[in-house]
């Protein structure tokens, strides 16, 4: 059986390792990216059925790393989640309006996290 894969781009290495553990728990692939930059990269040679993006992250933010993803013809189609600890209304919409499908603001339940994950992956 082919595991479906997940981007997680986050980089607190706390955070990052949290959701690789418990997303590896549930029997997903995991691959994690510190930053915008090198997440774009990965995505040009691993294509994942979703991504987890965190918004505050060096470099690029996660809004931008998000629209670069949705305007490539490569990457607009795979779902992607925010996760992060911005939790203004104003930038829940900007993440939505970007393509985002959900918007999820830390701390959340690892329960929370895994149901927007497959109803995500339902919705492909």
């Not at 939790?87 to 701390?107: C, F, L, M, S, W």
Request: hydrophobic share 45%; charged share 30%; aromatic share 6%.
């Amino acid at each position: 059986m082919v595991k479906i894969k997940i981007l997680v781009i986050e980089d607190n290495p706390f955070m990052s390792k949290l959701l690789e553990s418990r997303l590896k728990a549930n029997d997903y692939e995991v691959i994690v990216a510190f930053d915008g930059k090198s997440a774009l990269e990965k995505v040009q040679v691993v294509k994942p059925d979703l991504i987890l993006l965190d918004v505050n992250m060096p470099g690029m933010d996660g809004f931008q790393v998000a629209s670069k993803l949705k305007k490539n013809d490569r990457t607009k189609a795979i779902p992607l989640i925010f996760v992060t600890a911005r939790g203004d209304k104003r930038d829940i919409i900007e993440g939505i309006a970007i393509g985002a499908v959900t918007y999820i603001i830390k701390p959340f339940t690892p329960e929370h996290l895994l149901n927007e994950i497959k109803q995500a992956l339902q919705k492909k």
